[in-house]
């Protein structure tokens, strides 16, 4: 019982600080790369707390609710947005000892898990009683039923090829040639990721030209910073669910897996800060294309591709 405190410890302290650290690095690397200062002042050294400052700023701010809003409905979503992220991280392995829960069926647990996050935007836009806030919702609905599909056919190449659903275990037979094998499936797999996270440049559920801040548009003070959260939450688990499944998670030279790991986590989230200045927000059409004519074919392809390698081997 003590083990499972104490590990349950670790990981929120871990879900608590790793997110904080990919905001603020969000922070620079767009600041740099679009040739800007950034926040530089706050804490003093190349301003060092300004997350810190953002979370003490969101706590003063009042916490409104609209009078026509479903009030528990829209009270709880933030935390439906949040949670479930949290839980994710319990069976994703740090290293090969480095795990709260080994579950035998830890990828269907996490995938099964990671929808219902989406669900905390969707519930956010019906009982917030804003037209732009319905429209995100909508779109948050039809982004979530395009992208599941891709992500789960890829993320179901990997537990072919290794012939389990554990976490541990898929890193545990991961090799480094699968490296161009599975190379179709991590691309689909991080891309319906970030469509699932509503991330530019699929943030068409958030839009702020065009429909505010979709679902979050009424949202104000902690309950705003918790969407906030979530969002970098999600960067964090996504990064770590594509180390594991085809990074080959804590396997590499000279340094501990654990180290390992975590390099790879932030090189996949500057990733993701990348994406996000590089390209323009895609029209919904175009989002919805790329789901079902790219991403879907090319999954089923990775697919049918590990059925013939496993077959020969």
Do not use: C
């Amino acid at each position: 019982m003590l083990d499972v405190v104490l590990s349950f410890a670790v990981i929120l302290i871990v879900f608590l600080a790793l997110p904080l650290i990919v905001g603020q690095t969000e922070h620079k690397v767009m600041a740099h790369m679009q040739s800007r200062l950034g926040p530089m002042y706050a804490g003093g050294f190349h301003g060092w707390a300004q997350l810190i400052a953002d979370g003490v700023k969101f706590a003063q701010k009042e916490d409104v609710i609209p009078a026509a809003a479903d009030r528990r409905i829209f009270m709880i979503a933030p935390g439906v947005a949040l949670v479930p992220y949290l839980v994710v991280l319990i069976v994703i392995p740090l290293d090969r000892d480095m795990v709260a829960v080994d579950l035998g069926l830890g990828l269907f647990f996490v995938l099964a898990v990671m929808g219902i996050g989406v669900l905390g935007s969707i519930m956010a836009g019906w009982a917030s009683a804003n037209k732009y806030s319905v429209l995100g919702g909508m779109r948050s609905a039809a982004q979530l039923m395009s992208y599941e599909l891709p992500l789960v056919l890829a993320a179901s190449s990997v537990a072919m090829a290794a012939g389990t659903l554990s976490l541990p275990g898929i890193v545990e037979a991961w090799q480094w040639w699968w490296l161009p094998w599975q190379a179709i499936g991590g691309v689909v797999f991080f891309l319906a990721g970030l469509a699932e996270l509503r991330r530019p440049p699929f943030d068409m559920p958030i839009a702020e030209s065009e429909i505010i801040m979709g679902p979050m548009t009424e949202y104000t003070g902690m309950r705003f910073a918790l969407f906030m959260l979530a969002e970098y939450a999600g960067i964090v688990v996504l990064s770590f669910l594509t180390t594991v499944l085809f990074l080959g998670g804590w396997h590499g030279p000279f340094l501990p897996g654990w180290l390992w790991t975590l390099v790879k986590v932030f090189l996949l989230a500057f990733v993701v800060i990348w994406l996000r200045v590089t390209y323009p927000r895609l029209r919904e059409d175009q989002l919805q294309k790329l789901a079902w004519a790219v991403l879907v074919p090319l999954a089923l392809v990775q697919l049918a591709l590990t059925g013939v390698v496993k077959v020969l081997t």
